[in-house]
């Protein structure tokens, strides 16, 4: 059991019959009345955010989830399949399960897929991906006052903003929770 007060990002409960994951959370101390604890919660089934205020000495059960590390082997119609490493078994996921997790993963790379009961829910991927830039424009670093970016495309499809130095073949890494360029590898 884990009570409100103790709420961390990324923590997963059971609450009201669903399983949620807290997104984000604020302990308030008004000026009159008891404190209290805002917090913003999202169900890992439905992807429905909702917000739920908490007395911080209330529990509720903590809920199991799994997180194995798979590599992404590819994807075939709206099914992508994964192996785990250390059984070599495979498992096919539905696609809108993953939503864009991916767009920073290629075949063969490693992500993390998290499941409850035996029910995947969703794939995380490594916090730093390192991707190859495959078409941009060609940019003059020093044309600008400061802090100019344009539009590349990366060997996963995927296109992002970099700064005007970046070339065709440069490889970025680049922060897969927000998808901001990070620097050169």
């Known amino acids: 059991m884990v009570s409100a007060g103790d709420f961390k990002n990324g923590l997963t409960i059971e609450y009201e019959g669903s399983i949620y994951r807290i997104v984000e959370f604020q302990h308030v101390k008004p000026g009159k009345g008891a404190a209290f604890v805002r917090s913003k919660l999202k ?10 205020t908490f007395r911080p000495q209330e529990k509720m059960p903590r809920a199991q989830i799994d997180a194995v590390d798979m590599q992404y082997l590819y994807q075939d119609g709206t099914v992508l399949y994964f192996m785990d490493m250390e059984s ?5 996921v539905n696609e809108d399960t993953v ?8 075949e063969n790379d490693m992500v993390k897929v998290l499941s409850h009961n035996g029910n995947v829910f969703a794939i995380e991927p490594e916090i730093i991906a390192k991707l190859a ?3 941009t424009e060609p940019g003059f ?6 802090g100019a970016t344009k539009p590349a495309t990366l060997e996963t499809g995927v296109t992002i903003n970099v700064p005007l ?5 440069d490889i970025l890494e680049i922060d897969t929770r927000t998808g901001e360029y990070r620097g050169r590898a």
Do not use: H, P, W, Y
């Open 43 to 52: 169900n890992i089934i439905t992807g429905a955010v909702v917000e739920k």
């Open 88 to 92: 070599f078994e495979q498992m096919g």
């Open 99 to 106: 939503g864009d997790a991916l767009k920073f993963v290629r």
């Open 133 to 135: 830039v495959t078409e």
């Open 141 to 146: 670093a020093g044309n600008t006052s400061s």
């Open 165 to 169: 130095f970046i070339n065709i073949g």
